[in-house]
């Protein structure tokens, strides 16, 4: 049995700068930080066909993802030394220039911050069960897939 | 026995989002009833997930059992 | 002779969250970039001596500081595909818990951006000639050295 | 010929955020002269930048050299 429930990381639509910019100012009483460093998605423009992504539609097996990502951040807790960890998808419309993943790690000191970042966006981004219809400007859709 | 599967992204397009089939104690015999009833499932990419583990082999399954059939993620 | 003017890194006092809410909004407009990476440095209340630091009084050697940034920038959009950096370190007074380094880079893909993010907080810890005086909570003080 | 120092952090502390050195003609002769007048430099990590270039030999000395004592960097 776990004794932890997975956190929720979903967010309806886009994430707001604003909502980033709390997240930040919360740290300024953990004063044992050094360093966070901080991953964000936007959503690109890119040309299909000539045609252009406006906007991405996002839907996920939130239950298997909210087990993965309870597992990720288990394992990236014990490989690095960090204060804390923060991560949020969005689901449903996030138009091209949005934010739709932060990703927000917190360290003593520099290195396990921005390794842990960087190793829980690769993870995220290969093991959560999250898909993203690219929704063209002639209103046809292309499903994104992952490099 | 039935099992119901769900399914998302392009395999949905394909076959909906939710579908039962009957007969099926695992799922080797899940995939070829899926790919009579929908050719194209059978040249679309995709993992099984059974009780939301990705499986890599043939897997028992039994009324109870969550399966899922999960196209390339793409999320991030 | 250099044609581009060193663009000022430094700002008095500490990097507010809603700098660098504004700083993310900014680029909503380019819809070319897929990743940011972004680096935060915050005062950290590190024990010396019994004694706890409250602040870190930062000066720098500006004119070389900016001619060394400017140099490591160069470096870096040779180095990695960027569609953008920005750079902020704080002067005076930033108390515990404040943010003094705020490190920014945006990339088509993700991987661009964090690798440039990294190096160029590694090679501007290395190379700027900026000093942390820290401040003590029984008002002594201690000059900081970095690793 | 007299050479205009500036000094930073810890250095500041030692002797002071500007000094003018009589008789240096490059940056040997003027660590010989400092050491002389602040002993405590002597004990003092730095490394010394001519015109906003961190050098790392002997280097000659003109008056209008911008001449800084800059020690460890902590930014960040």
């Known amino acids: 049995m776990k004794e932890r429930k997975p956190k929720n990381i979903f967010v309806q639509g886009p994430i707001a700068s604003s909502f980033i910019a709390d997240s930040i100012q919360k740290h300024s009483?953990?004063?044992d930080i050094g360093g966070h460093s901080i991953f964000l998605g936007q959503v690109r423009a890119d040309k299909i066909d000539g045609k252009e992504v406006a906007s991405i539609e996002y839907?996920?097996?939130?239950?298997?993802?909210?087990?993965k990502m309870y597992t990720i951040r288990e394992d990236i807790f014990a490989k690095y030394d960090l204060t804390c960890m923060h991560v949020y998808h969005s689901l449903g419309n996030v138009k091209a220039g949005e934010i739709s993943?932060?990703?927000?790690?917190?360290?003593?000191?520099?290195k396990a911050a921005i390794d842990?970042?960087?190793?829980?966006?690769?993870?995220?981004?290969?093991?959560?069960?999250?898909?993203?219809?690219?929704?063209?400007?002639?209103?046809?859709?292309?499903?994104?897939?992952?490099? | 026995m039935s099992v119901k599967?769900?399914?998302?992204?392009?395999?949905?397009?394909?076959?909906?989002?939710s579908v039962s089939v009957d007969n099926v104690p695992d799922t080797n015999s899940l995939v070829d009833s899926l790919n009579k009833r929908y050719p194209e499932l059978a040249t679309t990419k995709?993992?099984?997930?059974?009780?939301?583990?990705?499986?890599?082999?043939n897997t028992v399954l039994n009324k109870k059992s969550m399966v899922a059939l999960l196209p390339p993620f793409s999320g991030g």
């Open chain 1, 29 to 31: 009483s953990k004063t």
């Open chain 1, 59 to 67: 839907t996920a097996y939130e239950d298997m993802a909210l087990e």
């Open chain 1, 101 to 110: 993943l932060f990703v927000f790690t917190s360290s003593a000191h520099r």
């Open chain 1, 116 to 147: 842990a970042c960087e190793e829980t966006v690769e993870r995220l981004k290969a093991e959560l069960p999250v898909w993203g219809k690219e929704l063209l400007t002639d209103e046809t859709y292309h499903w994104k897939e992952n490099k």
């Open chain 2, 5 to 17: 599967i769900i399914l998302f992204g392009k395999l949905a397009d394909i076959a909906g989002s």
């Open chain 2, 46 to 57: 995709y993992v099984i997930a059974v009780d939301k583990q990705v499986i890599n082999e």
